[in-house]
C-alpha cells in the first residue's frame, strides 16, 4: 500500500491528538484507548466538526479539552479581525 508523504500547513485543532488520518483511504480512525480497547471508530473524510462530534458523543473527556482550546483560538481569531 503506497504511503503519501504529509504536506501542507500543520493540523491547528486539538482533535488530531485522538485521530489519526490515512490520506490513501481518506478516512480518520479515533485512537482513544477506553481500558483495553481502542474505540476504532472510522469517520469518513478529515472535517473537525465531524471528529469534535465523535468525541462529544462517545468521548466526554476529551471533548471538555478539545472544545475549551477550539473555543478560545475561535475568540482569539475574531479578536484579530
Known amino acids: 500500500m503506497a504511503m503519501k508523504i504529509n504536506v501542507g500547513r500543520p493540523k491547528g485543532s486539538l482533535c488530531w491528538e485522538y ?10 480512525k479515533c485512537l482513544i484507548t477506553v481500558g483495553d480497547t481502542e474505540c476504532g471508530k472510522i469517520i469518513k473524510g478529515k472535517n473537525t466538526t465531524n471528529l469534535k462530534r465523535h468525541l462529544e458523543v462517545m468521548h466526554k473527556p476529551e471533548y471538555q479539552k478539545v472544545g475549551a482550546f477550539d473555543v478560545s483560538n475561535e475568540h482569539f481569531a475574531l479578536r484579530a479581525l
Do not use: G, I, P, R
Open 19 to 28: 485521530f489519526q488520518y490515512d490520506q490513501v483511504a481518506e478516512v480518520c
